[in-house]
């Protein structure tokens, strides 16, 4: 049998071309394509890291202002505690004078005196809750809700310090949805107007709002964009008002307990 070398030459030719239009057009875009993806795979896992240092950050910001929180808390109770314990003070002074002048007149009339003495207790407590209430009411009094909610708002958006602005301003740009504003009263459009329009002043010029209402909020607005959130609310003064209540109530009630035996 004859060997055509021609032929056999034209195959290997064949054979080699075929080699390198594999490697042109196959095997090297193939290799780039998965340097090029190898190298979006590290880039997202760097930003992935870069993130999870951020909100590690933040959990801790927001830990030590849960801290912070609860250290002022604690010393309103003890202010409170203290109040109420001057206030006990005051009135038990102000029953033993007047149970010394009285001493006298006393076993004739016990009955009447009892009870003359009880409503003297009520009163005062409840002149003392009049004095809290009146306290809180005279910094709202007059307020236009909606419209006073709305450009407190705006007044301590614009107040936020350069720091504040700017963790608003990176969570609005990684958010994937709209910023969300909830408040204790339901906001009329010139109100959310006016709102809406200082978000983007002062946060980012394009995001979009919602609005929702919150019954919890008492005469505040809550602003949560992403992972940030920021509150101004009358909460934190109703929450002194139950608190300051409860030590006043609970201190006459010892008062009134203590003494009625003494004067049998």
Same mark, same amino acid.
């Given at each position: 049998?004859?060997?055509?070398?021609?032929?056999?030459?034209?195959?290997?030719?064949?054979?080699?071309?075929?080699?390198?239009?594999?490697?042109?057009?196959?095997?090297?875009?193939?290799?780039?394509?998965?340097?090029? $993806? !190898? =190298?979006?795979?590290?880039? &997202?896992?760097?930003?992935?890291?870069?993130?999870?240092? #951020?909100? +590690? /950050?933040? %959990?801790?910001?927001?830990?030590?202002?849960?801290?912070?929180?609860?250290?002022?808390?604690?010393?309103?109770?003890?202010?409170?505690?203290?109040?109420?314990?001057?206030?006990?003070?005051?009135?038990?002074?102000?029953? $033993? !004078? =007047?149970?010394?002048?009285? &001493?006298?007149?006393?076993?004739?009339?016990?009955?009447? #005196?009892? +009870? /003359?003495? %009880?409503?003297?207790?009520?009163?005062?407590?409840?002149?003392?809750?009049?004095?809290?209430?009146?306290?809180?009411?005279?910094?709202?009094?007059?307020?236009?809700?909606?419209?006073?909610?709305?450009?407190?708002?705006?007044?301590?958006?614009?107040?936020?310090?350069?720091?504040?602005?700017?963790?608003?301003?990176?969570?609005?740009?990684? /958010?994937?949805?709209?910023?969300?504003?909830?408040?204790?009263?339901?906001?009329?459009?010139?109100?959310?107007?006016?709102?809406?329009?200082?978000?983007?002043?002062?946060?980012?010029?394009?995001?979009?709002?919602?609005?929702?209402?919150?019954?919890?909020?008492?005469?505040?607005?809550?602003?949560?964009?992403?992972?940030?959130?920021?509150?101004?609310? /009358?909460?934190?003064?109703?929450?002194?008002?139950?608190?300051?209540?409860?030590?006043?109530?609970?201190?006459?009630?010892?008062?009134?307990?203590?003494?009625?035996?003494?004067?049998?």
């Amino acid at each position: 049998m004859q060997i055509d070398w021609l032929t056999v030459a034209a195959q290997i030719v064949n054979f080699l071309v075929l080699v390198w239009l594999l490697q042109r057009f196959l095997y090297r875009p193939i290799t780039q394509a998965m340097a090029r $993806r !190898e =190298e979006r795979i590290q880039t &997202r896992l760097s930003e992935a890291k870069v993130a999870r240092e #951020e909100v +590690e /950050a933040e %959990t801790g910001r927001l830990r030590e202002k849960q801290q912070a929180l609860e250290a002022e808390r604690e010393e309103m109770l003890s202010k409170a505690r203290q109040e109420a314990a001057a206030l006990r003070a005051r009135l038990e002074d102000d029953i $033993r !004078e =007047e149970i010394e002048v009285k &001493r006298s007149t006393w076993q004739a009339h016990l009955q009447d #005196e009892r +009870e /003359a003495f %009880t409503a003297q207790l009520r009163q005062r407590a409840g002149h003392q809750v009049i004095d809290i209430v009146g306290r809180v009411l005279k910094d709202y009094a007059g307020s236009d809700l909606a419209g006073q909610v709305a450009g407190t708002f705006a007044d301590r958006l614009a107040a936020l310090d350069a720091g504040e602005r700017e963790k608003l301003s990176a969570a609005a740009s990684r /958010a994937q949805g709209p910023a969300r504003v909830e408040s204790s009263v339901v906001l009329q459009p010139g109100a959310r107007g006016q709102i809406t329009r200082a978000i983007r002043d002062c946060i980012a010029q394009e995001i979009e709002v919602d609005y929702t209402e919150d019954d919890h909020l008492l005469l505040g607005i809550r602003l949560t964009i992403g992972e940030q959130m920021v509150e101004w609310s /009358a909460s934190r003064f109703l929450h002194r008002l139950e608190t300051t209540l409860d030590e006043v109530i609970e201190g006459s009630g010892h008062q009134g307990s203590g003494r009625a035996p003494a004067t049998g």
